[in-house]
């Protein structure tokens, strides 16, 4: 199937639809643009199409109010019926690339370039790819073995990649269960900003997501069901760490070093190593003078002990980030006190649908209607994705520079700030002390919603302490101006370490070279996030500025660096190779355009200061691009920048 030619967009569910009240009730609560491109993939009349643009406008909400008039979503609803109902289903035709793009623009009430279409076509889930197995004149390998540090969100989908491609594949995953993020992270409150319909892999679609952002149980069992569906398990050395990697130039392979929980260590030989061990893993703990004195239980947000009872304790909660705002909602009412220990600032902006649940209509449409969930996903994602980009991107001659960077950022910034004032009204003492003086998105943003972030604060029993902490007793907290809080538990949502970037695993590749030397404690480079000259078949994922930070998108991501993983181990075996690098040319080209760009980004503001940037101030996290750049250049190895040996 090809995009830029036409494409007959399948789909698996079956027609016709015989539960007709189901329908009847799924059409009545479904997204109306979203019906209307279930309708026309099928219909192909643009007539028919254009008669709902003006009313289609570039505003996300998963279910708001619908701006179409009542009797033209009838009508669609109507046709549509006839057509899931009917005992001779209509057939699916080939869309071509105009078409699809013309659908594209009014579903979302807004132009989509051309560049963006193929990457949405690819992402949404449109395409059911033939496996590299079955694509007709490819080579296949014969006994090419790759080792997979961890067995995550990555691990497990490049596992499913690999295997698809005739590769043998061994995760090896520290934990005994697999799911990394989603099976450490069970603190009360545990989800995600991204929202569910996009955060998913584009190829195991999921209808059945209870909210319209997941929570992390809900994303475990997710991953499970897929890793079990592809029969994961039964390539995974669990409780087993991988301590050192070391490249043998002679016999061109990997000899891995592990270690089992016991302790014991063994050494196995990969062709290739695939480092998907996850960013955000290993625990910050804060360096604050007397905490290990504290006598209560304390639990860092990574390493729950929920079997510590909250009811009617006196909880701290130190650090407001991403998972602060969701603790602190979640315990507020249970505790008899909260006292939240603010560092530094984080913008706070709404979006209602963080906890919204699906209904069991929109579940019946997203499970039945063909094309539902790829075209929903598609909306979904381009309301938060790329289109977000504008607000890290600095816009030349922006005239507020201290406060904003450009038209979007700017107003996003209004947008916070009414939210903010508006929930804290009555108190301006809050206001004043959670309102940052970096423009929006110079750090990760707090989504809230109602009975959120913003409302805990408003709480009786809840205090924001922003004084600092100068030293823990046994019993207590105490702030540098002196104050001494009396408390039970305390919980730590303090964030993780980054660097080193490879933790405590050791990296020699071709003549010994030392990759953690190579990196210093906080220096990760490499060409394209995913390799470095000098490591042979040695793959990161999410590496060195490679992380999506402009927006949803790391599901994205990880999906197309393990696509070009393999594309790159293909090149080899077609080569009859053993040994695939990149050039330290394509490597310090690469970096060049990475340090370029992000001269322009909101990450390099003078006031913006976060977990990006090293302690030279450069960011080594963050990609510079746009995701569909960014995909599109993971397509197929540049023929000059790798080199087969
Ligand atoms: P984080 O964003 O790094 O936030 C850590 C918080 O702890 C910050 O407020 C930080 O203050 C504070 N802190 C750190 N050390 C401290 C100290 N010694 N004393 C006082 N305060 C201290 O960590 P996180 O909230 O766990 O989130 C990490 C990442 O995980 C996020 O960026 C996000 O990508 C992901 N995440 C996402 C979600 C979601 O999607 N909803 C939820 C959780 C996590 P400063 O700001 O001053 O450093």
């Given at each position: 199937m090809n995009v830029m030619g036409k494409a007959?967009?399948?789909?698996d569910c079956p027609l016709p639809i015989t539960d007709t009240e189901g329908l009847k009730a799924a059409l009545q609560d479904a997204n109306i643009p979203t019906l209307l491109m279930v309708y026309t993939t099928y219909s192909h009349d643009e007539e028919y199409l254009d008669s709902f643009a003006p009313y289609l406008r570039g505003i996300y909400t998963a279910e708001g109010p619908s701006s179409v008039p009542e009797e033209m979503a009838q009508d669609l609803r109507d046709r549509l019926f006839a057509l899931l109902t009917s005992p001779t289903p209509p057939e699916e035709r080939p869309i071509d690339t105009r078409l699809l793009r013309h659908m594209m623009g009014v579903s979302v009430g807004e132009e989509v370039p051309e560049a963006q279409v193929p990457v949405l076509y690819d992402q949404m889930g449109f395409e059911r790819p033939i496996p590299r197995k079955d694509v007709p004149g490819r080579k296949m390998p014969q006994g090419v073995k790759v080792l997979i540090i961890g067995g995550g969100m990555t691990g497990i989908a490049a596992g499913i990649k690999l295997a698809e491609a005739g590769y043998d594949y061994t995760i090896i995953e520290k934990n005994k269960e697999l799911g990394g993020t989603w099976l450490e992270n069970t603190y009360p409150g545990v989800g995600l900003d991204t929202p569910s319909h996009f955060y998913s892999y584009s190829f195991e679609l999921n209808p059945d997501w209870s909210t319209y952002h997941p929570k992390g149980p809900e994303i475990q069992e997710y991953l499970l069901s897929v890793a079990d569906k592809y029969g994961i398990r039964g390539n995974v050395q669990f409780d087993t760490k991988v301590v050192e990697c070391r490249w043998d130039d002679a016999k061109s392979v990997w000899h891995v070093t592990l270690q089992k929980g016991d302790g014991t260590t063994k050494t196995e030989d990969a062709n290739a190593v695939i480092l998907a061990h996850g960013v955000l893993n290993r625990w910050s703990m804060p360096n604050i003078p007397g905490l290990d004195t504290f006598k209560g239980p304390k639990m860092h947000s990574a390493g729950w002990?929920?079997?510590?009872?909250?009811?009617?304790k006196k909880v701290a909660l130190i650090g407001t980030g991403a998972s602060a705002a969701q603790i602190g909602p979640a315990i507020a009412d249970d505790v008899e006190s909260l006292v939240i220990f603010q560092r530094s600032k984080h913008w706070v902006l709404n979006n209602p649908d963080i906890n919204t649940p699906v209904n069991e209509h929109i579940r019946f449409a997203l499970k039945h209607i063909p094309h539902y969930k790829e075209w929903f996903r598609f909306r979904v994602y381009w309301f938060t994705g790329d289109g977000l980009y504008n607000n890290v991107k600095m816009e030349e001659n922006w005239p507020t520079p201290d406060i904003s960077i450009s038209a979007q950022n700017h107003a996003a910034r209004e947008y916070a700030l009414w939210y903010i004032n508006e929930k804290l009204k009555d108190r301006p003492d809050l206001v004043e002390k959670i309102v940052p003086d970096y423009p929006i998105f110079g750090k990760r943003i707090v989504l809230d919603a109602e009975g959120g972030w913003l409302d805990t604060l408003l709480k009786p029993n809840v205090t924001l302490d922003t004084d600092g902490i100068d030293h823990i007793e046994e019993n207590a907290i105490v702030t540098k101006s002196g104050k001494r809080y009396e408390v039970d538990v305390i919980a730590l949502a303090t964030g993780f370490e980054l660097s080193p970037a490879l933790g405590p695993l050791e990296v020699y590749g071709r003549n010994g070279a030392d990759l953690q030397e190579a990196w210093g404690t906080d220096d990760a480079r490499s060409y394209l996030g995913v390799m470095a000259p000098a490591y042979p078949n040695f793959f990161m994922t999410l590496g060195p500025n490679s992380a999506p930070n402009h927006a949803a998108g790391v599901n994205m991501v990880l999906e197309a660096q393990i696509h070009y993983i393999i594309e790159a181990l293909d090149r080899m075996v077609a080569e009859g190779g053993h040994a695939i690098e990149p050039t330290v040319e394509a490597y310090n080209e690469w970096n060049e355009k990475v340090e370029d760009q992000m001269q322009h980004m909101i990450w390099s503001h003078p006031k913006a200061k976060s977990y990006y940037l090293n302690s030279k101030g450069r960011n080594y996290v963050s990609c510079p691009f746009m995701l569909s750049e960014y995909w599109s250049w993971t397509r197929r190895p540049d023929e000059k920048a790798l080199v087969v040996s």
């Open positions: 007959v967009i399948m789909s002990d929920n079997s510590v009872d909250l009811k009617g």
